[in-house]
């Protein structure tokens, strides 16, 4: 077996990482668990709990102008920084690991790269990024799309949530300027290479027993509004012909998201999470309903056919109901192939480890999709139980946890000592 950079060092301990669970776990919405949404109380409590267990590591903690928080550790003798991270922001009812395995891995690292006595050549950042969930402003991962350049002030300032509050302000509240985003801007070529450790979300690692994965690919997002317009009407008094009933037809385009995605194949799917109709009264015929869209896939052309077939169909079921059809693009990012060479140096930490491992890919997305743009990137995977993630039963093994950190750990070493 190949030597092992890491093992002079201290090993990712079970135990930290089991504390760090525990502590994170706590900042919940208590009525809802477990339920940290970006820009909320929570989300807050949480960047304070980290920036104190940063400060223990010795990272000098700092917030960008995006929000992001960014722990650093000075390099030895290179100027780029090599770059570990995630997010502690949930879903609603979302779970304990999805985000916050990354955030603590890579403060684990930091730790025992600490008490190693073990300067990297390069800076390392530890980074918890803003908002990678969905949001109430219609975009997700924002503070990796503010960081890579796709999110400017001028849009921060006039994206909106339902209460009339900006993104910009939501981005304040967290400890980010938002009238300078553009601060937080990287170069390409900063940081040098990023790694994030994350649950996978599916079951292929579970189900084979297999402790740890290394990512080949990422899906990403493409994200519709889609607004039904037919006509408020008693529920009574008007005969079956006779009705344009915007929830009818708001069913139609959610049956037409699934076909489409299946039939699509090649890995896409599709989901309808919100449906809304006015006035949501049981006698009243609704006039509007609003739906908000997701699919995924990796392959550019299935994403592309998928979508063309869901926006014609949207129309044909407007026509053929008599009401109308509106579908807004929120986003449409792009897929994500991992470099053959990150593929590669991260199957040699794990050798290196000890740790079994197989190929896969993402089907969600993750902040790597964006940071992608400025630097090489590792996404690396424990297993989590069943596959189940976004809701409250998601659970990871602190073990794989600590593997992980581990693999993450020998690969960092691996890569600043053969980056320049
Ligand atoms: C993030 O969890 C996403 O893939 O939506
Ligand atoms: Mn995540
Ligand atoms: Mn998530």
């Known amino acids: 077996m190949t030597t092992a950079l890491s093992d002079p060092l201290l090993r990712p301990s079970p135990d930290r990482l089991a504390a760090d669970l525990r502590a994170l776990e706590a900042l919940t919405r208590p009525d809802r668990p477990y339920t940290r949404r970006a820009f909320s109380d929570e989300d807050r409590a949480a960047r304070q709990w980290l920036a104190g267990r940063m400060a223990e590591a010795r990272l000098v903690p700092t917030v960008d102008a995006a929000g992001n928080q960014i722990g650093r550790r000075a390099g030895r003798d290179a100027a780029s920084a090599l770059m570990v991270g995630s997010h502690l922001d949930t879903v609603e009812a979302g779970g304990r690991f999805d985000g916050i395995a990354g955030v603590l891995a890579g403060l684990e690292v930091a730790r025992c790269l600490d008490a190693g006595g073990h300067r990297l050549r390069h800076p390392l950042e530890v980074v918890n990024f803003t908002c990678e969930e969905a949001s109430d402003f219609g975009l997700s991962t924002i503070g990796s799309r503010a960081m890579s350049g796709k999110l400017d002030a001028a849009t921060a300032a006039q994206l909106r949530n339902r209460d009339g509050r900006t993104l910009a302000e939501a981005i ?249």
């Open 172 to 420: 304040d509240s967290v400890g980010g300027r938002a009238a300078d985003l553009g601060a937080a801007r990287r170069a390409p070529g900063d940081p040098l290479r990023y790694l994030e450790l994350h649950i996978e979300q599916s079951a292929s690692l579970d189900r084979a027993q297999v402790p740890f994965g290394v990512v080949t690919a990422i899906a990403a997002p493409s994200r519709y509004r889609v607004e039904v317009r037919g006509r408020q009407d008693h529920a009574g008094g008007t005969p079956m012909g006779d009705r344009r009933d915007a929830a009818a037809a708001a069913a139609e385009v959610v049956l037409l998201v699934e076909r489409v995605a299946r039939e699509a194949g090649r890995g896409m799917v599709g989901t309808v999470g919100v449906v809304e109709t006015r006035p949501n009264m049981v006698n009243v015929i609704p006039g509007e309903a609003d739906l908000l869209v997701d699919f995924r896939g990796i392959e550019p052309e299935a994403i592309a056919d998928t979508l063309a077939r869901f926006e014609s169909g949207t129309a044909a079921i407007g026509a053929r109901r008599g009401v109308a059809i509106e579908w807004t693009s929120l986003m449409r990012d792009a897929p994500l192939t991992v470099s053959s060479d990150m593929v590669g140096m991260a199957e040699d930490a794990a050798r290196a480890v000890g740790a079994p491992w197989r190929r896969l890919t993402s089907g969600a997305s993750h902040d790597a999709n964006h940071v992608a743009r400025l630097c090489p990137i590792g996404l690396l995977f424990i297993p989590c139980r069943d596959g189940r993630s976004h809701c409250p039963e998601e659970w990871a093994e602190v073990e794989h946890l600590a593997t992980g950190a581990r693999v993450m750990l020998e690969l960092l070493l691996r890569l600043d000592r053969d980056l320049a």
